[in-house]
């Protein structure tokens, strides 16, 4: 334990921590909460996860210095995100409740995402609590890097953002290219912008042997004979799952076969036209038949999958990291992304996969054709991409935030 840090409260007001990767609002943010507080309790810091309410307000312990408070914040039941804002104010109240309860407080509180920090800042500033934020996704960056006909994020987002990085103790970006475009984008002070890395689970993703991947491919339903490329995430516009299907239309076209395109992940909520528009699609190239959305799954059954593929593809228009991208790594399964913000981080070019400047749907099919067809390549990237994953960890993130967490709490 880092002196004066005994009681920290991560606040994921929007989604809980605990809610499954891959489903409605869920992702790489819900994993990096549970990772980084387990690390934490393991070094003696009692972690309150406050998140908001969708059914009854609860409290429970997750694991031994872990406790989950479910808060409650306007009507009862799931919002869309775009209600959130309405019950900032609300949610902030009940944090600040819950802060005067606990005997002794929080030595400070760690916002994820613009509504926690939107939320909790009022309370920090009452309290006089030290805020540290960590955006994971910023709206003006994704403005910026968003596909043409993309809905630009709302402007009380971008203001918001802008706000909260100006007045909290410490920014945390998880990729130079996030704290850059904290520091260009939203205005953050340099001085108080800190890069921290995410951390994979290695033990669970890591490759598995010839039959377990058989294993994989029958629990699946998948073709024991096609090699398998895996676009792992929620299915939105933002993650550029059309561009897998037409690098999958191309890859027939120039090699006169193609592999199965597993699309891991649930649909994001109001994304459902572009899901349907998905289907149509590859029904309009004729790939239809060699595409399997699988929904999402569960931690263990998406690290059997990335360790049964020949390869992992990314075509985001914007990552403020891609912690898919360390898992499929870690997993022993070469990457291929679109070269932008975060991914250019999360992948080490030519060691865990390939960095592509181009949304060229044929020059995507001609990189995925030759990974799959080249065997020692494949072979020798997988053993490099394992090194390389091993390089992050939840035990190294949580340290580093245990350092910033010192700094900015003072001395205890």
Not at 9 to 29: E, R
Not at 80 to 104: H, S, W, Y
Not at 125 to 132: G, I, T
Request: aromatic letters at 4%.
């Amino acid at each position: 334990m880092v002196a004066g840090i005994n009681r920290i409260a991560m606040i994921s007001m929007h989604t809980s921590p605990v809610t499954q990767a891959g489903t409605g609002d869920a992702g790489g943010l819900n994993v990096a909460v549970l990772g980084i507080a387990a690390e934490l309790a393991i070094r003696d810091v009692e972690v309150d996860l406050l998140t908001r309410a969708v059914d009854e307000p609860s409290s429970r312990r997750l694991l031994p210095g872990v406790t989950l408070h479910e808060l409650a914040a306007g009507p009862a039941g799931p919002l869309p995100k775009e209600r959130l804002p309405q019950v900032t104010d609300e949610f902030g109240e009940a944090v600040a409740r819950l802060a005067r309860a606990r005997d002794g407080g929080w030595d400070l509180m760690h916002a994820h995402y613009w509504l926690s920090g939107i939320a909790v800042l009022p309370v920090s500033l009452e309290l006089r609590l030290p805020l540290v934020q960590s955006f994971h996704t910023i709206g003006a960056m994704k403005n910026a890097l968003a596909a043409a006909d993309a809905a630009p994020e709302p402007e009380q987002r971008l203001r918001s953002e802008t706000f909260i990085a100006s007045q909290a103790d410490a920014i945390i970006a998880a990729s130079s290219a996030e704290a850059t475009a904290l520091i260009d984008l939203a205005g953050a002070p340099a001085d108080r912008t800190w890069i921290v890395p995410p951390g994979v689970d290695l033990g669970l993703f890591s490759p598995r042997t010839e039959s377990s991947c058989e294993a994989i491919r029958l629990a699946l339903g998948l073709d024991p004979d096609k090699p398998i490329v895996v676009i792992a995430g929620r299915v939105q516009g933002l993650k550029g799952h059309d561009l897998a299907i037409r690098a999958l239309s191309e890859l027939r076209a120039i090699r006169g076969w193609t592999p199965l395109l597993v699309v891991a992940g649930e649909v994001t909520p109001g994304d459902e036209a572009f899901a349907d528009e998905l289907v149509q699609l590859a029904m309009e190239l004729g790939v239809a038949s060699d595409v399997r959305f699988v929904g999402a799954l569960q931690r263990d059954a998406l690290a059997d999958l990335l360790s049964a593929a020949a390869v992992t593809i990314m075509p985001s228009f914007s990552e403020t990291f891609g912690l898919v991208a360390l898992e499929s790594a870690a997993s022993g399964t070469p990457v291929i992304a679109f070269r932008t913000g975060g991914l250019t981080d999360a992948v080490s070019e030519g060691v865990s996969g390939l960095l592509l400047g181009t949304r060229e749907p044929r020059h995507w099919a001609t990189e995925i054709a030759i990974m799959i067809e080249d065997h020692d390549r494949r072979a020798a990237m997988s053993l490099t991409a394992r090194t390389h994953a091993e390089r992050f960890t939840w035990a190294t993130a949580a340290a580093s935030l245990l350092g910033i967490y010192a700094e900015v709490a003072g001395p205890g």
